[in-house]
């Protein structure tokens, strides 16, 4: 079950976090790995751990927030049956004091982003008779989340996005789904604990656990494993839906 044999796979995001671990799990799993990521070094090791470890994949450097540069290298990769949007940037900050840039920047990434592997991908999906799309988004899409404004709303324009998608190429056989984390450990967490909690990491990475009501974060394999499964043929009658995975943030926490 949940092989991905002959197909091929773009992760945006794929050189680290949540997209690394999508990478390597959809490699076991049998799929031509693309790695699509602004960060050359990262995607280039996490193809070297794919390769070392049997698989199969390339790297790409990709800036989602350029669609010409999306639309030529997804015409080069050619075939793509499966497009996975992990690649994303956060932000801290209520209404008030967002700045302009910053909101432009993260909806650059987070949205726009999102909107132009979509609009490169489709069109390859369709000659090739379908395919697959798994959007990343958030408890943000979901509930309120304390100085997020910014980063909230382009989780909740992904969760639209996916809706939309998901209704206008169903006869295309294009299925498109998406997730919404709560917090996961990832190399962001500990690069964001470093720089703004200096000498209380620790302390800091426990109260952010345990805002989980199961007590602590998810592991980046617990995400790609939901991921696999929604973009696997096991998942043939899903699309248009929002898979929370977060430890009962959104249920239990309200």
């Known amino acids: ?33 693309v790695v699509a990521d602004v960060n050359e070094d990262a995607a280039t090791q996490t ?45 801290i900050g209520r209404a008030d004091n967002t700045s302009s840039d910053d909101f432009d920047r993260v909806y650059n990434v987070n949205v726009k982003g999102v909107y132009n592997t979509i609009y490169a991908a489709v069109p390859l999906m369709k000659e090739n008779g379908g395919g697959v799309i798994l959007n990343l988004a958030s408890i943000a899409s979901s509930v309120g989340l304390n100085d997020r404004f910014a980063y909230s709303m382009s989780k909740g324009a992904v969760l639209a996005m996916t809706l939309s998608v998901a209704k206008d190429y169903i006869k295309d056989n294009i299925r498109c789904n998406c997730i919404s984390p709560a917090r996961v450990h990832t190399p962001f967490v500990d690069g964001f604990l470093a720089k703004n909690y ?16 199961i007590g602590r974060m998810a592991k980046p394999d617990e995400i790609a494993a939901l991921i696999l499964y929604l973009c696997s043929d096991e998942a043939s009658f899903i699309t248009g839906t929002d898979y929370p995975i977060d430890g009962g943030f959104i249920k239990l926490n309200n």
């Open 1 to 33: 079950m949940f092989q991905l044999t002959n197909k091929t796979a773009v992760i945006t995001g794929g050189g680290s976090g949540i997209g690394k671990a999508v990478c390597l799990l959809f490699a076991k799993a049998g799929a031509e790995v």
């Open 47 to 91: 193809v070297a751990e794919i390769i070392s470890a049997g698989g199969r994949a390339e790297k790409v450097f990709l800036n989602v927030s350029n669609q010409p540069e999306v639309v030529s290298c997804f015409k080069s990769i050619g075939k793509i049956d499966i497009l996975v949007n992990s690649a994303g940037i956060s932000h």
């Open 198 to 213: 200096p000498g209380k990491e620790k302390e800091m990475f426990e109260a952010l656990s345990h805002t989980q009501p």
